[in-house]
């Protein structure tokens, strides 16, 4: 008799960890799901299809995880950011 297979991490369950709301693997699925899609009207149906199922609020995370990259290095450009990095090597050296 074989054991029914579930998705795991490590040798942890989905039940064994109590994952963030925005960081589910749902989301982080979905994340993946369309951001694999080979085209731009692909990556359009796949997001409809995917709001559909996991609803609006999920989504929003998932979408959320696909523009991270793009914030960053928006933040990197500000004179702020710029700024906290000359503070933290003076504090370093």
């Known amino acids: ?47 409809k299809y995917c709001t559909k199922q996991i609803g609006e609020e999920a989504m929003h995370y998932a979408m959320a995880l696909l523009v991270l990259p793009h914030l960053i290095d928006q933040t990197k450009d500000t004179q702020e950011y710029k700024d906290f990095i000359a503070s933290r090597k003076k504090t370093i050296n």
Do not use: C, S, W, Y
């Open 1 to 47: 008799m074989t054991k029914p297979q579930t998705h795991k991490l490590g040798d942890l369950t989905r039940d064994d960890i109590n994952f963030p709301k925005h960081l589910t693997p749902e989301i982080i699925h979905t994340a993946l799901f369309i951001h694999n899609a080979p085209d731009k009207a692909e990556t359009i149906t796949r997001v």
